[in-house]
């Protein structure tokens, strides 16, 4: 199980490793003309790598991962929704900057994740990764979610004028769901969700960051 859990890993780091590189060579070649073709460019790569993601889930469920569910559960939906659901339904959405954001936040915390799980799995500790795991999403997962937010408040218009996911059911049910209300109320969800995932995120920091784990891993 741990070579298949460091085969993930690795699978998981080659392609965020791509997404993240080829944003960044693509900002240097065309400069801001490259923002508005993020998603065309990377986002077959970007949804196969969260789809998998899914995977992670299954393995804290069969107990071959130690993580708590919920928070993991709720970090994985919460990009499944906003990409599949939003973003990759909307053309008109893929080409806002904010997708380019949201995708640069995502990869630059799952190339540092994946690449300091790989090295767990061989029993290999570097301080100053282990730092920059448990301390970098800190800081950028809040501002992940407020590009989330951004995305769906963007997206919203789209959703209004198409009618994409909305539905009302023909005579004589009287029910219909309209998915921009959907949307509205999945934001609260969301910002609330945020204070649980930070919540636990500075209990995660403080379990592998304290001095006694930092003494054992060192040694």
Not at 2 to 25: A, E, K, R, V
Not at 60 to 88: H, S, T, Y
Not at 105 to 123: E, F, P
Request: aromatic residues 18%; hydrophobic residues 50%.
């Amino acid at each position: 199980m741990n070579m298949y859990l460091f085969l993930y890993d690795l699978m998981q780091f080659c392609g965020h490793s791509w997404i993240f590189t080829n944003m960044i060579i693509r900002f240097m070649t065309f400069g801001k003309e490259s923002l508005a073709d993020t998603f065309h460019s990377i986002g077959f790569v970007m949804r196969l790598c969260q789809l998998l993601s899914v995977l992670e889930i299954l393995h804290i469920l069969i107990g071959i991962d130690k993580r708590r569910l919920l928070p993991r559960f709720l970090q994985i939906m919460e990009r499944i929704i906003v990409l599949f659901a939003v973003i990759n339904s909307q053309e008109e959405v893929q080409g806002k900057y904010v997708v380019c954001v949201l995708f640069f936040l995502w990869n630059l915390l799952d190339v540092v994740r994946y690449t300091y799980n790989m090295l767990a799995r061989m029993g290999i500790y570097y301080l100053p990764l282990t730092w920059l795991n448990f301390s970098l999403c800190i800081p950028l997962y809040p501002l992940s979610v407020l590009a989330k937010g951004f995305a769906i408040c963007v997206s919203l218009p789209y959703f209004e004028s198409f009618g994409t996911y909305s539905i009302k059911l023909p005579f004589p049910f009287t029910f219909s769901i309209y998915f921009p209300y959907v949307l509205k109320m999945y934001l609260l969800v969301l910002f609330a969700g945020m204070c649980f995932i930070i919540r636990n995120l500075f209990s995660e920091r403080t379990a592998h960051l304290g001095t006694g784990n930092i003494k054992n891993k060192r040694s």
